[in-house]
């Protein structure tokens, strides 16, 4: 802080075994320190994970239900806004002092705005990310991820990613709304502004199911999370893409039941 600097911690709840109280003493414990902000993860481990942690059954039958997590964090959240700490995405808060602040945390920020910031990864494993001329189009690609085979890429020709996905307009909405919800709301104006066209049209069955379940509040300027609806993130983004992987589901099966066919034709 003498030198101008700030600092940021993450911690993570839900952890096995873990009360409520050890949790907020967690976030206590960050205020009295002085960071600046502290990011609050959920701990996700649960059976059929893959990791070793996943195949512990104590541990796994140590972890808070549902209802219970979605009670922690709400708690925590509520401790942390009556500490001096503003939210300011899904998982970061940062001292109110700092909302309008030069020295606030912008990285993630502008990294939610894929219709304004392009990325630009460097290392193994490294993403980058640019948008197309058209403004409704990306690229995305990702390094080669051993150093040694990204040292290697490097004397060649670019490009030299090893993995990439082109965004067509139907997954450039998806991603600027995952991003969007990362930011905890979704502006309708920018949206349109973007896009051309409206959100709530475009998404009218998912928004509705949505709210039926207490995840989204929708008024005429945008579409934000609830808090309950922060901790089940991911289940928002999932109801929102259904349709577009379904659509490519099915596209996927019909060119291998059309290639089958023909294979088994010419035999």
Not at 31 to 38: E, H, I, V
Not at 48 to 53: E, R
Not at 149 to 166: D, I
Request: glycine share 6%.
């Amino acid at each position: 802080h003498s030198r101008n600097m700030t600092v940021s911690g993450d911690l993570l709840f839900n952890l096995p075994g873990q009360s409520i109280a050890e949790m907020l003493a967690d976030i206590a414990i960050g205020n009295q320190m002085g960071f600046d902000q502290l990011c609050l993860y959920h701990l996700v481990l649960f059976r059929g994970l893959g990791t070793a942690w996943s195949r512990d059954a104590e541990l796994v039958r140590s972890l808070p239900d549902n209802d219970a997590a979605v009670a922690n964090w709400q708690a925590l959240r509520n401790a942390m806004i009556q500490q001096g700490f503003y939210q300011s995405t899904l998982t970061n808060f940062e001292r109110s002092a700092l909302e309008n602040d030069s020295r606030h945390y912008i990285y993630e920020t502008c990294s939610f705005e894929p219709g304004s910031h392009d990325m630009l990864g460097f290392g193994p494993s490294a993403i980058s990310y640019s948008l197309r001329a058209n403004g409704h189009t990306a690229l995305k690609t990702m390094n080669p991820e051993s150093s040694v085979e990204y040292m290697q890429a490097l004397k060649k020709p670019l490009p030299f990613w090893s993995r990439y996905f082109e965004f067509d307009l139907e997954s450039f909405r998806l991603l600027y709304l995952a991003r969007q919800l990362s930011k905890l709301t979704i502006p309708r104006d920018a949206y349109r502004t973007l896009l051309g066209s409206d959100v709530l049209s475009d998404y009218a069955e998912e928004w509705k199911a949505l709210s039926r379940q207490n995840l989204i509040e929708i008024d005429g300027a945008c579409i934000r999370l609830t808090a309950h609806g922060m901790f089940f993130s991911d289940t928002v983004a999932s109801v929102l893409s259904h349709r577009h992987h379904t659509a490519r589901l099915e596209r996927s099966t019909a060119s291998r039941q059309f290639l089958e066919g023909n294979q088994s034709g010419h035999m």
